[in-house]
């Protein structure tokens, strides 16, 4: 009998540059797009494109059923920009995986979720990962990046 070791490797790339967004869902039309203006690198970005008027959640999402980062190593690279000083009531964020399938996941949602963001929950303009369980956040990293202060 002959054991071999076996492995997998799986890459999920997606750089906007055909100019379309297949695969990404956005519960709410006319928030985001994708063009060449103020394009993070290449000539296309996805970009937030609407004023909000009130304190509220604009949702950009991509689905990636089966995904089991407690196999093995999970890294995530990418590329974001955040044109406006973070506030206690303008603040951002990205989900970098949940338990929740319906492209909806946001901090508060009861759903298991890992954040990564700029003032989720205090107001120190500090870069941190979160973890939603039950509806409560937790800090699982503070970083020493004030956002404000380095990025701007």
């Known amino acids: 009998m ?24 956005f519960p709410l039309e006319g928030r985001w ?5 103020n394009s ?7 970009h937030h494109c609407y004023d909000n ?9 991509f ?9 093995g190593e999970s890294v995530w690279e990418f590329r974001i920009m ?8 303008n603040n951002w964020g990205f989900c970098l995986l949940s ?6 996941v946001k901090p508060g949602t009861g759903s298991e979720a890992y954040f990564v963001g700029v003032n989720l929950k205090d107001s120190d303009d500090t870069l941190r990962l979160w973890k939603e369980y039950g509806g409560s956040l937790s800090e699982v990293v503070v970083s020493n990046l004030n956002w404000e202060d380095s990025i701007g």
Do not use: M, R
């Open 2 to 25: 002959v054991v071999l070791p076996v492995s997998g490797y799986a890459q999920i790339s997606f750089d906007f540059e055909s100019g379309n967004a297949d695969g990404w869902v």
């Open 33 to 37: 797009d994708i063009d060449p203006g």
């Open 40 to 46: 993070l690198s290449g000539v296309y970005s996805l």
């Open 53 to 61: 008027p009130e304190s509220g959640y604009d949702i950009a999402s």
């Open 63 to 71: 689905p990636v059923f089966g995904l089991k980062p407690g196999c």
């Open 82 to 89: 955040h044109a406006y000083n973070p506030s206690s009531i």
């Open 99 to 104: 338990s929740n399938a319906t492209g909806i």
